[in-house]
């Protein structure tokens, strides 16, 4: 910073300030990321009310119960239907395993059919206590491959499907059912509970 | 929902077949390759950005077997893959497609590279401006490597213009 031995000239002209609207792009290109960040993570994976299969035809399967005797979709068709993927280590279970029994006191022949489907519980005897245990009277089917839970997309119990007669999924809840939940997913099909 | 169950096996096979799951299909060596390669860009649903063959889970595992049936029977990868973003969506493929919002993954760094890009160079280019000697600055312009504040700049030039005899 020393004198300047140049002309005595007059001093150079402030440059023009910023022009107004330029102070207002970082904070705008902020503001647009964190909103396109809030809508993803809002958006989700549309798990509580779409999940992949919703509407399109459900997955037909076969599969054994835990008594011993076979269930598949098919025969169920004409009817809507509740299927619910669980595991007797899955704590969620517990909490909708008596929501579920007293839905399944509403089957009738040509009616409602609740069907459980148990989800990667290598105890069998775990199985059985958990079904004495909330006195689960709809079919509790083996799936020891993961063939039907892969087929429906299932990742983690519970997992519940809302089929309807004509066998199109209409409903999926993910994480537990509450009442309102449960009913939520029962009047896509239409039934009242 | 009772008349739809028929007793058949008993619970002594039901247990065996909850206990052991089924072996995978045979594949040839370029089956298998192939079979691997896809089950790569497969998300395991139940880990942390792992593909289903790097998994230990059960899910991994059966998906795993389930894609090696579906090479033995001679779907495409593409077919392959539908099959699972159809059940699981497209998060399960570790390699999202390219449409849809998905475009935004793929076309985002490279729009805000050239954005970016072009915001540098009409910056360099305008310092550079700045930067050039001009009649009355003096030698305080002729620094390139010159950053100071061009209102500080300006102070210093009305200054040093002042004192001048």
């Known amino acids: 910073m020393t004198d300047s031995p140049s002309s005595p000239s007059a001093p150079a002209s402030p440059p023009a300030p910023t022009p107004a609207w330029r102070r207002f792009v970082p904070p705008v290109l902020a503001a647009v990321l964190v909103a396109a960040l809030g809508v993803g993570l809002l958006r989700g994976n549309g798990t509580q009310d779409g999940g992949p299969l919703v509407g399109k035809a459900a997955p037909d399967f076969t599969l054994q119960t835990i008594d011993g005797g076979r269930v598949s979709l098919a025969s169920l068709k004409g009817r809507p239907v509740v299927l619910n993927f669980w595991a007797s280590w899955c704590v969620p279970c517990r909490d909708e395993a008596p929501l579920l029994r007293d839905l399944s006191e509403k089957q009738s022949a040509n009616g409602l059919a609740v069907v459980g489907v148990v989800f990667s519980d290598k105890d069998l005897k775990s199985v059985r206590s958990f079904v004495q245990e909330y006195a689960l009277a709809y079919p509790s089917l083996l799936d020891p491959n993961l063939n039907t839970a892969i087929t429906y997309g299932v990742s983690g119990v519970p997992e519940t499907f809302f089929i309807d007669k004509g066998g199109m999924v209409r409903g999926y809840d993910q994480g537990g059912l509450t009442r309102e939940r449960l009913q939520a997913g029962l009047t896509k099909i239409g039934v009242a509970f | ?165």
Do not use: H, K
């Open chain 2, 1 to 165: 929902m009772q008349a739809t169950q028929t007793r058949t096996a008993g619970q002594t096979q039901a247990a065996q077949e909850q206990q052991a799951p089924a072996a995978g299909p045979a594949l040839t060596a370029v089956q298998e390759a192939r079979a691997q390669a896809v089950g790569r860009t497969i998300r395991c649903p139940v880990c942390q950005g792992l593909p289903i063959t790097e998994s230990p889970s059960d899910l991994s595992q059966s998906m795993l077997r389930d894609l090696r049936g579906q090479v033995a029977a001679g779907r495409s990868d593409d077919q392959i893959t539908t099959y699972f973003a159809q059940r699981y969506g497209d998060t399960v493929l570790l390699d999202p497609p390219r449409r849809g919002v998905n475009l935004l993954l793929w076309a985002g760094p490279v729009v805000a590279a050239v954005l970016g890009g072009a915001w540098l160079l009409s910056y360099l280019r305008a310092r550079e401006r700045q930067a050039a000697p001009t009649p009355d600055a003096g030698p305080l312009a002729d620094d390139p490597g010159d950053d100071t504040p061009d209102a500080y700049l300006a102070q210093v030039r009305a200054e040093a213009g002042r004192r001048q005899p």
